[in-house]
């Protein structure tokens, strides 16, 4: 990062306010919620200091979101002479922008993965708009994904823009809740769908809302498709503590696959055994 020397100046505080937002600024509106229990619980005078970065002849928020959306809605006393004291970083491109903002970003909270997936889809201009995706607790899914079920490492912003069609895909859904290796699943058979056109159709849509739903078929002759063979292996593991921990994060991964190819071949079971995932596996790591 190459910034060059900073430079001061007084700014109206609604001038503040109509600066943009940063590319990675993740839900303002969450973490006003929070600040307004913590540090911006009363006014002080510290904040009437913010930082800006400076691009072609805009300015870029690296810090003083959360204050300026509390300013604008009145519920933060503003500044005695409603200015605040801006500190400029010129910087040479968007990518340094983003760079400079996880600088100043954490000083009152530490980053969370719930930030880090915020500010990755705000960064890729992803909105989501589902129960299950929209809270942001999917990093360990899409990290293993990312990973072809081999870590949960990864930078987060990376792996966001390498998988944004499969995120939206699944934010379309509408899902509001699936476990997390169940998530990982579903990426891995819509990225599959996206890059093989003689696959691609709606099983793992119509699969993973059922999941979602609890909806499988369980005969009397004790035969079951593979939407009740996931859901009831899950709540087995569930029931012997069976869900955390690398092994099985994997191993759910392989029943869902096997449960998966069941159903898309319309094929009843008597018992649910693991399958292989190469072919999972090989999509992920050709990005």
């Known amino acids: 990062m190459k910034s060059g020397k900073p430079t001061s100046l007084y700014m109206d505080v609604d001038a503040w306010i109509s600066v943009k937002d940063n590319p990675r600024q993740r839900n303002t509106v969450r973490r006003s919620i929070y600040a307004k229990r ?8 510290t904040q009437a200091s913010v930082n800006a970065a400076s691009l072609r002849g805009d300015l870029y928020k690296l810090d003083g979101h959360t204050r300026a959306l509390l300013w604008q809605d009145h519920t933060l006393q503003r500044p005695h002479d409603n200015h605040v004291l801006v500190t400029v970083f010129p910087c040479s491109s968007i990518e340094e922008v983003m760079e400079l903002y996880t600088h100043f970003d954490s000083r009152d909270a530490v980053e969370t993965t719930v930030d880090q997936i915020e500010g990755a889809c705000s960064q890729h201009n992803i909105s989501l708009t589902s129960k299950m995706l929209s809270g942001g607790k999917w990093s360990l899914a899409i990290r293993m994904a990312d990973s072809g079920v081999k870590s949960v490492k990864g930078d987060i912003y990376g792996i966001i823009e390498r998988w944004k069609r499969e995120i939206e895909e699944i934010d379309s859904w509408n899902l ?20 093989n056109h003689k696959y691609f159709n709606d099983r793992p849509k119509e699969f993973f809302i059922r999941v979602s739903e609890d909806r499988g078929i369980h005969n009397d002759d004790k035969t079951f ?10 709540n ?13 994060l994997t191993e759910i991964v392989k029943f869902g696959y096997s449960a998966f190819k069941a159903f898309d071949e319309s094929r009843m079971l008597k018992v649910l055994k693991p399958c292989d995932i190469k072919d999972l596996i090989e999509l992920s790591e050709k990005q």
């Open 225 to 234: 498709d593979g939407v009740y063979a996931i859901t009831s292996h899950i």
């Open 236 to 248: 087995n593991r569930r029931a012997s503590k069976n869900m955390t921990g690398w092994d099985n």
């Open 176 to 195: 509001s809740y699936l476990t997390g290796a169940l998530l990982t699943l579903a990426f891995l058979l819509v990225r599959k769908n996206i890059r």
């Open 38 to 45: 913590k540090h911006l619980k009363k006014d002080a005078i």
